[in-house]
């Protein structure tokens, strides 16, 4: 007998839009359980994400209700999981357990139904796990079968138990050949997969969003009616294929045997964790091997561990640190409040950590929505009067960062790195002001044309199989960023130098933020300076009385002719909308514009979506340039262009920071 287990994960990440949410429903979510409700004889296993739950509860109640009719007739298995789909591995171990009892607490009030298994997180495997997933009551987890082949393992017939410390647990592995079949091949190439003799296990655990949502399934799946056809398949082989749920063939079949499975993922999410290059060159040589028939050694191949995502992308490992510090926080207090943990799982969501087809780094709002959630928590947690000034290493790199705030802001400086801002928080909204991503090289950037391709036939592909274009046009002349963008960076630029020069990826400016800056705590923020070609250069931040920030520069040596250019990177939550905006003057400029300004000194910018206003004074008028961050980045739908922020460059001449210095006054206010 041939064993089918159907297992289809559904999930939308913390923080998406409403119609995004209400889109994926209406093409994917609700006609494929409908259709399955339909077919009584055909079992199958469901995980939704615990952000896509509270969805369906408060907008979709009759798709609730649809989901526990199957539960109560057998038909439907539901798994447990992390109720935000974090990655269990990167998060403290009691937010682990915390977050998988949420969700079986959650589904046992919905459903009536108490999960023995669960869905780990873009299937992210850590040898530790056993043990956590044991003491929040699951007996079983599903992978990948990369995972099991990956541990030497090539002929998978059913399922498996590991253990940690002498904790053991089972381990499904969903095939990596019916991700591909499935729904993308007619069911003859199904069946001649699956019909093979002697009793076998075969897991199918994917994505809900292919079976609508994925570019062209929804015509192909419900409209030209693959999914009938594969109902119809289902019902009508049952004879030699049944399908099961995890629970029901853990009670009939006994494991194969134990195995030690090691720290991977998926086979794409290894190849999108590996740097640019190596990125690159893995998935030319992967092609190059499976075109020549040498599966045997494609399946030894090793990419990168989700790990690396926290060195490819600093402002993903910044997020991550910062979630780590509230988590410690809340883990020190004797009963953190409820509403303070919840805003800590949510943050722990793993889709903006991340970048690959799916994850969602390169999307503003889902970065801001991790921020906002960290910062509500910590309003509620943080009683600060006055200004405080704190020291510690927030990202584990062994260099000390300095915090400056009160009960409305929060600054987070780096010395180690040119006495930059990586962090300014406004809490009031729960907003991070500097939440840019820079333009990072990415693997699929090597040998784009600028041209769109045309396409050689209609077929629904798999989104892992062929890139598209969204845009008629890819960029000419894509450039790339080689550090982190963050603000208060310095740097001497000659007088001459144009703005197109300073933003090209090659700027011949002599950039400070690479090097570290000395720094003395003060009363009300932190001195910063260092030595440099035009003598010792110094800068103090501090927040006073009336909430304004200040940040004072002074030069000690004689002008050398030069312009010192101090760089802030900025995103409101509004992005690049038609409600936010420079104002210039009494003048309305596009935050995804190209300005340059002579002699200003004050603008402002507004978000109206969310109501800030930031306001820039300067001790004296000066040069100001503005120029958006735009970057072109993968999605299921193919390769588009994203705004991710806003580059203002004050522009000071080096005479200026001499004497009394220059200052800049920031102030941030609602509207």
Not at 267 to 289: F, I
Request: negative net charge.
């Amino acid at each position: 007998m041939i064993y089918f287990i159907l297992s289809i994960h559904n999930h939308q990440p913390v923080g998406n839009f409403h119609h995004v949410i209400q889109n994926s429903f209406e093409r994917a979510y609700r006609p494929f359980l409908e259709s399955l409700a339909e077919r009584r004889n055909i079992k199958a296993v469901l995980h939704i994400s615990g952000p896509l739950l509270d969805w369906l509860e408060e907008n979709q109640p009759a798709c609730i209700e649809l989901i526990k009719t199957m539960v109560e007739r057998k038909q439907l298995e539901l798994l447990g999981g992390g109720y935000y789909e974090p990655i269990l591995s990167v998060i403290p171990p009691a937010d682990r357990i915390a977050q998988i009892r949420l969700m079986t607490e959650r589904l046992k009030k919905l459903f009536n139904a108490t999960p023995c298994g669960m869905w780990l997180a873009e299937r992210v495997w850590d040898p530790t796990l056993p043990s956590f997933l044991k003491e929040a009551g699951m007996e079983y987890v599903v992978v990948d079968d990369h995972h099991f082949l990956r541990a030497g393992l090539e002929d998978i017939r059913g399922y498996y138990v590991t253990e940690d410390m002498g904790v053991p647990v089972r381990v499904f592995g969903g095939s990596q050949r019916l991700r591909y079949l499935i729904p993308f091949e007619e069911v003859e190439k199904i069946e001649a997969h699956m019909k093979q003799p002697g009793d076998r296990l075969f897991v199918f655990a994917d994505d809900g969003e292919k079976f609508g949502v994925w570019p062209g399934t929804d015509r192909w799946v419900y409209e030209e009616g693959w999914l009938e056809r594969f109902f119809d398949w289902l019902e009508t082989n049952s004879s030699w294929l049944k399908t099961t749920t995890f629970s029901e063939y853990i009670k009939t079949m006994p494991p194969e045997g134990r195995i030690y499975l090691p720290p991977v993922s998926y086979m794409e999410m290894e190849e999108w964790a590996l740097p640019a290059e190596a990125s690159a060159e893995y998935t030319r040589v992967k092609k190059e091997l499976e075109e020549s028939g040498r599966k045997d050694v494609v399946r030894f191949l090793q990419g990168g561990y989700w790990r690396n995502f926290l060195c490819k992308y600093p402002e993903a490992d910044w997020m991550h640190k910062r979630m780590l510090l509230l988590s410690r926080k809340l883990g020190s207090m004797k009963n953190p409040p409820r509403k303070a943990l919840i805003h800590l799982y949510r943050a722990q969501c793993n889709d903006a950590y991340w970048h690959g087809v799916f994850g969602g780094l390169y999307l503003p709002h889902l970065r801001a929505s991790v921020y906002q959630n960290i910062i509500s928590a910590e309003r509620l947690v943080d009683n600060t009067e006055g200004v405080r000034v704190e020291v510690d290493d927030i990202n584990g790199d062994t260099k000390k960062e300095v915090i400056i705030k009160n009960s409305n802001m929060a600054l987070f400086l780096s010395p180690e790195r040119g006495g930059s801002l990586v962090e300014l928080d406004y809490r009031p909204k729960a907003v991070n002001l500097l939440n840019v991503l820079s333009r990072w090289k990415e693997g699929y950037h090597k040998g784009l044309k600028t041209e769109r391709q045309p396409q050689k036939d209609n077929r629904v592909k798999s989104i892992h199989q062929e890139i598209k274009l969204k845009d008629h046009t890819i960029p000419s002349g894509l450039s790339f960023d080689r550090e982190r963008r963050v603000s208060l960076v310095d740097s001497f630029i000659e007088s001459s130098l144009k703005p197109s020069e300073y933003f090209s990826e090659d700027t011949p400016a002599e950039r400070l933020g690479r090097s570290p800056y000395g720094f003395e705590v003060l009363k009300r923020g932190v001195r910063l300076g260092r030595d440099t070609t035009c003598g010792r250069l110094e800068k103090t931040v501090s927040i006073e009385e009336d909430d304004t920030i200040r940040f004072h520069y002074h030069l000690e040596q004689k002008e050398d002719g030069r312009n010192v250019a101090i760089e802030f990177n900025l995103c409101l939550p509004g992005v690049c909308g038609p409600e936010s905006f420079y104002v210039v003057r009494g003048r309305k400029i596009s935050l995804g514009s190209s300005s340059e300004l002579e002699c200003i000194d004050r603008f402002t910018m507004e978000d109206r979506t969310c109501g800030i206003r930031i306001l820039f004074c300067f001790s004296g008028a000066i040069t100001v340039w503005l120029h958006p961050v735009e970057t072109l980045s993968l999605s299921e739908s193919g390769l588009e262009r994203n705004y991710q922020g806003s580059t203002v460059v004050l522009v000071v001449p080096t005479e200026v920071m001499m004497d009394g210095g220059f200052s800049i006054l920031k102030k941030i206010e609602t509207i």
